[in-house]
Every structure is written in C-alpha cells, then in structure tokens.
C-alpha cells in the first residue's frame, strides 16, 4: 500500500516552455500533497504544501506564479513549471499524506531545460 | 530554507561492517524519520520515531530519538552491498505537517 506515482519521470524541455508533472496517490486518498526540489548531490527542500481544493502555500523564496500547484482531487496534484529556464533544471520529487501522518513519496521527475 | 545537520556527509565502508550516522537539530521535533534514497528515485521510508529516547529496529536497521527532541542517530548491522545509497533524516514539528531534511549521508561499500 501507500504507492505514489509521478508522471513523467524524465523530461527534457527548451527554454521558455512550460512543463507540467503528475503526483497521484494509487491506493489512499491524501489530504495534502508536497512538492520537493532536489539539485544534484543536496537534500530535499520543499516547494510547497499542497491541500486538496485550496490554494498551495509556498515556501519562501519560491515563486507561486512560476511554479503552479493545482490539487484538484485527493488522488492527483499537478506542478506547472512555467516558463522554463536552464537554472529550473531539477529533479521534483512529490509526496502524499492522510493529514499530519508519514508522507510517502513519488519516484520524482528529472527536468531537463536546455 | 532550514535543514538538519547530519553526519558524517560520506562513508566508505567494507562489506560486513556497521555503520553508524546522526542527526542535530537547534530546534524540537516530535517526530524523527530516516529515508533511504536510490539514484534516480524518491526517497523510501525506513524507520519512524515518535517518543523521545525511543529505540526502534527494522531489520538489521536501529534507530533512536534523542531525549532532548533534538537529535537521533541510525545503525545499520552488517552491511550489503544493497545498504549503498543516500540516508536522509526529517524531522517533523508538533502539529506541523512539513518535514524538515538532513543534508544527507552517502554510504559507499568498498569491494
């Protein structure tokens, strides 16, 4: 149990396009959601907390209007990167919990802006 | 943002041997948690501590919550080359549904 699956696990981008990646939970229905950012060789920093039907509250220092979070449903979250630079270039690993309880996490998604 | 210290930064190691690495906060957690990360994959849960100087196994994994909220260390016995990767510790705030991350430990088996 607990399977969170992310979509597209690799994607290669030009700059200036927008990229959009899927975090589902597979087996439970998660109240939030959370978005990680991972550059090589360096822990996880989170994005952003994300709960289902309202607006995700963002991490300092990350730009709300660039990254776009939408959580339409307890299963699906969705990140946007808007506008896509060579320095966006990342690996985003997403999580799922059932309120305060663990987070399981997603397989990530490598980006690639070239 | 904030992150948790941890160390040591890298291990190499032999086969068989034990390993050992921690975590310090300035901060209190309620609740402490050691990932395992693979090249090219999410982190995967091993161990979850809930109570101050609580001492949990999983396997040949040892885990333990300090009892000043603020630190915890990770044991592995014996160790495989499938042990070799990334361990991450997070602590978790009461009430608070974020995790914080350590700056990682990677372990290295030496042939």
């Known amino acids: ?114 | 943002g904030q992150q948790l210290n941890q160390s040591p930064q890298s291990m190499f190691i032999q086969e068989g041997e034990d390993v050992s690495m921690n975590c310090t906060s300035s901060s209190i957690f309620n609740t402490w948690l050691w990932y395992k990360q693979d090249p090219g994959e999410g982190p995967v849960l091993l161990i979850a501590l809930y109570k101050a100087g609580e001492l949990t196994s999983n396997g040949r994994l040892t885990a333990q919550f300090g009892i000043t909220r603020k630190d915890s260390f990770l044991n592995i016995s014996a160790s495989i080359p499938s042990d070799v990767g990334i361990y991450f510790c997070a602590g978790q705030h009461p009430g608070n549904e974020k995790l914080t991350f350590g700056t990682g430990t990677r372990l290295t088996i030496i042939p």
Request: proline letters at 4%.
């Open chain 1, 1 to 114: 149990g607990a399977v969170v699956s992310q979509h597209p696990s690799r994607v290669i981008c030009k700059s200036g396009t927008s990229v959009k990646i899927e975090c589902r939970s597979l087996d439970f229905q998660a109240t939030t959601m959370f978005w990680y950012r991972q550059f090589p060789k360096k822990s996880l920093m989170l994005m952003a907390t994300s709960n289902e039907g309202s607006k995700a509250t963002y991490e300092q220092g990350v730009e709300k209007d660039k990254f776009l979070i939408n959580h339409a449903s307890l299963t699906l979250s969705t990140l946007t990167v808007t506008s896509a630079h060579p320095e966006d270039s990342s690996f985003y690993i997403c999580s799922a919990a059932v309120s305060t309880d663990t987070q399981y996490f997603g397989p990530g998604t490598r980006l690639t802006v070239l």
